[in-house]
């Protein structure tokens, strides 16, 4: 082998790690507008069309999210269920029902985030539905409930009173100062 082939392929061993680089760098900077995603505020605003039952979530539950959250999402450590009222007691159980003081966000998550492993791959419709399991398994809404961008962001949470929001509280400081 001529040197100059020598060169052509160390250039071309230097280029893999390069290569591999670029693709593991994180996509930081991107304006936000750009990205072909959704962001769901606590008002329901951003909300796709669509919507989905509790009866179509219990399937998706069943193949999507029972095995990491147990069969009716009360998997110690990792619940979405359950804990009502326990967040001032011994023993907090912070879940979907006892903690979360939107409604509307459980969608966001769970588009973003779940199925952990999987993500991005339910579509809006099931979304809406398997948010709808979930909130069934809270005694949140009925097994009858079908959720879409105008029903989901109707639905008050337990936990809803025990959020403040930081603009009052920035009030209650400023007023706290005037005195
Ligand atoms: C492979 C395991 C796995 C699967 C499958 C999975 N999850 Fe999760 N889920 C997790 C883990 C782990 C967390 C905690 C993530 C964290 O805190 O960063 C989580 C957190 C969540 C939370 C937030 C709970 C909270 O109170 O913070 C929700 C809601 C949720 N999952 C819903 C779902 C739904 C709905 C599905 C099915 C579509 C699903 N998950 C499938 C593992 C899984």
Redesign the pocket.
Known sequence: MSTGKYVVVLVGLLLVPWVMAQELKPKLGQPLEKLPQLAIGPSGQGLPLGSGSVEEGAI??RN??L???GPTGRMPG???AGGIGSLDGASPN???GS??PFATT?FD??YR??????EKT?RDEEIYA??A??LFLNDIVSEKTTLSASSLPEITMPNREGFQSVYQIEAVDRALKIQ
């Open positions: 998706i539950y999507q999210c095995a990491c959250h990792n619940a979405l912070k879940t979907v903690f979360w459980l998550y769970i985030a779940m199925p952990y492993g999987r339910l398997v948010t399991y979930v």
